[in-house]
Nanobody
Framework: VQLQAFGGGSVQAWASLRLSCGVS????????VSWFRQAPGKEREFVAG????????GYADSVKGRFTISRDNAHNTVHLRMNNLKPEDTAVYYC????????????????????WGQGTEFTVSS
């Protein structure tokens, strides 16, 4: 399974940005996909996730109400729409996937994901 994240860059605070994660190598509907991020000097943390059929999504408290995750099954892509960006959102963002069959939950633990993209970085300046 290959994941490729793209869409990073540099934006001002309160701007919007969309990250995308292209998935290949396995039937897309078999994979739950999540976004994690790692800021400089900090541990990688869960940001948002979506179940394999899209029936459930979940968010970290720090992004709830600002970020929206969605999946485009026609293009094997998961998007992360980010609104009202803050400087503390600055990080390298990674998409990750695994065959989590349950469609009614989102798994937030890093070790539950075995497929990882290369990360895309963006900076939010105040």
């Amino acid at each position: 399974v290959q994941l490729q994240a793209f869409g990073g860059g540099s934006v001002q605070a309160w701007a919007s940005l969309r990250l995308s994660c292209g998935v290949s190598g396995r039937t897309f509907s078999e994979l739950a996909v999540s976004w994690f991020r790692q800021a400089p000097g900090k541990e990688r943390e869960f940001v948002a996730g979506i179940s394999r059929l899209g029936g459930t999504d979940g968010y970290a408290d720090s992004v709830k109400g600002r970020f929206t995750i969605s999946r485009d099954n026609a293009h094997n892509t998961v998007h992360l729409r980010m609104n009202n960006l803050k400087p503390e959102d600055t990080a390298v963002y990674y998409c990750a996937a695994n065959t989590i069959w349950e469609d009614t939950l989102v798994v937030v633990t890093i070790t539950s994901y075995i497929y990882w993209g290369q990360g895309t970085e963006f900076t939010v300046s105040s």
